[in-house]
């Protein structure tokens, strides 16, 4: 079987024709929807994804400002950029690009940023929201994860989705959103006895691990949809967490890399912002 690709290029371009909109409507009311992204360092990963968020904004106007702090910044910088953004009513959403330098406490900063402005929906509120199914707001690659399945019409009631990874930023929103879509939910980690006995029954597997090619084919089921959250740079190449070229032999769907997730990361972070936004402007 040759899996059929989960698009992220055309499923993030579709997204934004809708959050232009959506974004059109609200500077119609006079009201420009604001992002602040707060980088601290000099890390070239984050550089290019707070590049290529300030370049979503610009595709769909929405105000964004990025803050760069050197990578010596101290807590108490860093927060004061944060409250200052808070108190900004021009700022729909502040996101702290992360990995933040070791000396910084990153949840205390995350935990500073007003709940309705958290974008990246790491908050305490937000996760526990979730947590919970209440209304929040929803971590972006997760979310965006758990859109292209459902817009590419992927069965998830009742089916065995197996996560493989635990953060707090993929694994876990990832788990409580395939729950809330009544998937019966495993979460595997680095301690995890036996993956492939786990992974071998996945109708649904996501990998989100940061091992490039982790994922191999005999530990994918035949038919399986294979969702690969892996941003990993091998001799200067993007690749994901999942061995593509064998996998796709055996999946029904797959996502790519890159392409795949990590474009919807982005126009969810949009979608965020402009609900954000919109919630601000009533
Ligand atoms: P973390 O490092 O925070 O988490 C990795 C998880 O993988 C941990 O739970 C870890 O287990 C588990 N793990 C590591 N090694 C193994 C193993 N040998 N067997 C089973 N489980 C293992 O990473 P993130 O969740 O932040 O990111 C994961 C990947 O997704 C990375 O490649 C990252 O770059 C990418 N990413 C992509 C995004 C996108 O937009 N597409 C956004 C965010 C991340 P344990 O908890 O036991 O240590």
Do not use: W
């Not at 990246?120 to 690659?141: E, K, M, Q, W, Y």
């Not at 409580?176 to 786990?198: F, G, I």
């Not at 982790?214 to 035949?222: S, W």
Request: glycine share 8%; with cysteine; charged share 25%.
């Amino acid at each position: 079987m040759a899996a059929r690709l989960l698009d992220g290029k055309i499923m993030a371009a579709e997204l934004e024709e809708n959050l232009k909109v959506r974004v059109d409507a609200l500077k119609e009311k006079g009201y420009t929807p604001g992002l602040t992204v707060i980088l601290v360092g000099e890390d070239p990963a984050s550089q290019t994804y707070v590049n290529n968020k300030g370049k979503a904004c610009d595709r769909l106007g929405i105000a964004s400002t990025t803050i760069r702090m050197p990578a010596d910044t101290t807590q108490e910088v860093l927060e004061a950029a944060i409250e200052e953004a808070n108190a900004d009513p021009a700022v729909n959403g502040i996101l702290v690009q992360l990995p933040l330098p070791k000396h910084l406490d990153g949840d205390r900063a995350l935990s500073l940023i007003l709940p309705q402005k958290d974008v990246d929906g790491f908050h305490d509120i937000n996760a526990g929201r979730l947590s919970r199914g209440l209304d929040c707001v929803v971590a972006c690659t997760p979310k965006g994860a758990l859109y292209m399945l459902k817009s590419a019409g992927i069965d998830i009631s009742g089916k065995e989705a197996v996560i493989v990874g635990r953060s707090n930023i993929v694994g876990k929103p990832m788990a409580l959103l395939l729950l809330q879509e009544n998937a019966t939910v495993t979460v595997c980690h680095s301690r995890t006895a036996d993956l492939k006995a786990h992974t071998k029954r996945a109708d649904i597997l996501v990998a989100a691990i940061g091992v490039p090619k982790f994922i191999t084919a005999d530990m994918v089921k035949d038919g399986a949809v294979v969702v690969d959250v892996g941003i990993n740079r091998v001799d200067g190449k993007l690749c994901g967490d999942v061995d593509f070229e064998e996998v796709a032999k055996k999946a029904s769907y797959i996502t790519p890399v890159p392409g795949g997730v990590g474009k919807m990361t982005i126009a969810m972070l949009m979608d965020n912002t402009v609900a954000a936004a919109e919630k601000a402007a009533k």
